[in-house]
């Protein structure tokens, strides 16, 4: 098949914000008394900012307002960005960087689809501002991945169907979503091993001789 466009997945994919995520989010947990570990992390890939803290917080005895959830939510976000904050271009890490300038040698439309709303300053801290054709992300959707709407939109940017477009993935529920839009799907780490996933890959270097 040959994949007119591809969107990529930012956190996992592209740059290795996870351990930002993680601090943050471990941190919040551990002012609130509330159990976090690695294996409760894995379930927030792909998911919404909510949605995760809606996560985390099923490990609490206590139960939260929806002020109270917001208010904890922003106390993440703030912290998450402080620590992006010492995020450069030498955090995009060279396969990314050369796949990107394969791909685009050989003619394909390149997209963000992320379910982050912090896509564009990540973005712009890796170096990578207005290397896309198109930027879909947190900011665009109302429903989060295993939903499409990320993807589609992303789609729609690049002015193609979604037949044509390959989604690359770090999460299971990414390659939901792609497979749920009438993507292809090509998946890293855990998303390799996800049943219906078009294409697993060992790295994103691998997407050179997919393509
Ligand atoms: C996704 C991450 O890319 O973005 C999730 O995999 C994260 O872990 C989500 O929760 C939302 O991110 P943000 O930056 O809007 O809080
Ligand atoms: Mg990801």
Known sequence: MAWRGIIFD??????FTDQYHYQAWKELADRENI?????????????SRMDSLEI??????????????????????RRYRELLGNM??????EEVRTTLDGLRAKGCKLAIGSS????KFILSRIGLAGCFDAVSDGT????????????????????????????????LAGIDAAVAGGFGSAGLGEAAG??????????IRDLLQVL
């Open 10 to 15: 930012l956190d996992g994919v592209i740059c």
């Open 35 to 47: 159990y976090f570990d690695e294996a409760v992390n894995n379930r927030l890939r792909g998911i």
């Open 56 to 77: 985390i917080l099923e490990r609490s005895r206590k139960s939260y307002t929806d002020r109270e959830k917001e208010a904890l939510a922003e106390w993440k976000n």
């Open 88 to 93: 450069t271009e030498r955090d995009l890490p």
């Open 116 to 119: 982050s709303k912090n896509a």
């Open 140 to 171: 665009d959707i109302t429903r989060s991945k295993p939903d499409p709407e990320v993807f589609l939109k992303a789609a729609e940017r690049l002015e193609l169907e979604p037949s044509e477009c390959l989604v690359v993935e770090d999460a």
């Open 194 to 203: 996800h049943p219906q996933v078009t294409c697993p890959l060992k790295s």
